[in-house]
T-cell receptor, first 116, second 116 residues
Framework: DAGVIQSPRHEVTEMGQEVTLRCKPI?????LFWYRQTMMRGLELLIY????????DSGMPEDRFSAKMPNASFSTLKIQPSEPRDSAVYFC??????????????FGPGTRLTVT | AQTVTQSQPEMSVQEAETVTLSCTYD???????LFWYKQPPSRQMILVIR??????QNATENRFSVNFQKAAKSFSLKISDSQLGDTAMYFC?????????????FGKGTHLIIQP
């Protein structure tokens, strides 16, 4: 298995532009998570999907952030309009939750976003 | 809400020495998992070891072992015979079973440096 795939790996954009981050979870996993990592706040959960349905988006910082999961193999995190304080590394992770699954979350390589 | 505390921002040891990273957490739940993740300079999040709260036996993975003290809410990671490749950020993480949000709660991390 290729693991969790994220694109792009790096994104540099100007303030006010729309940014879309993409994630392909591991096949067979039914849960998908978006995390943000910054020096100040560490790793924070932004949103969590189970069976393609958003379950908890309480970590989404504000209305400029939105996430979708149109099918089991694809999710996007969109920031519109972007601001310099959105600069961070954004991780996508997937897992199988339910039954006796070990709940281990497998992380993608992350997208480093820089907003100038 | 759960909190995870890693009190050592940075640690440095000589190669081949044993090092212990500390982690404490706060929860009112009884069923949960604890994890240690490693993040090398490549920024990939790599699972090091996992502990189920209902298991009394401490988890071990080769040179990595944990000291899980449930009553004290402590979950330390011991690395034996440390190697240069162990240099990385180490994050302790908490996962609650059956909770409304299934995301991981991370500590702020410990930067471990293995000196040659």
């Amino acid at each position: 298995d290729a693991g969790v795939i994220q694109s792009p790996r790096h994104e540099v954009t100007e303030m006010g532009q729309e940014v879309t981050l993409r994630c392909k979870p591991i096949s067979g996993h039914n849960s998908l998570f978006w995390y943000r990592q910054t020096m100040m706040r560490g790793l924070e959960l932004l949103i969590y999907f189970n069976n393609n349905v958003p379950i908890d988006d309480s970590g989404m910082p504000e209305d400029r952030f939105s996430a979708k999961m149109p099918n089991a193999s694809f999710s996007t995190l969109k920031i519109q309009p972007s601001e310099p304080r959105d600069s961070a590394v954004y991780f996508c992770a997937s897992s199988f939750t339910g039954g006796t699954g070990d709940r281990e979350q497998y992380f993608g390589p992350g997208t480093r976003l820089t907003v100038t | 809400a759960q909190t995870v505390t890693q009190s050592q921002p940075e640690m440095s040891v000589q190669e081949a020495e044993t090092v212990t990273l500390s982690c404490t957490y706060d929860t009112s739940e009884n069923n949960y998992y604890l994890f240690w993740y490693k993040q090398p300079p490549s920024r990939q999040m790599i699972l090091v070891i996992r502990q189920e709260a209902y298991k009394q036996q401490n988890a071990t993975e080769n040179r990595f072992s944990v000291n899980f003290q449930k009553a004290a809410k402590s979950f330390s990671l011991k690395i034996s015979d440390s190697q240069l490749g162990d240099t990385a950020m180490y994050f302790c993480a908490f996962y609650e079973l059956g909770g409304g949000a299934d995301g991981l709660t991370f500590g702020k991390g410990t930067h471990l440096i293995i000196q040659p």
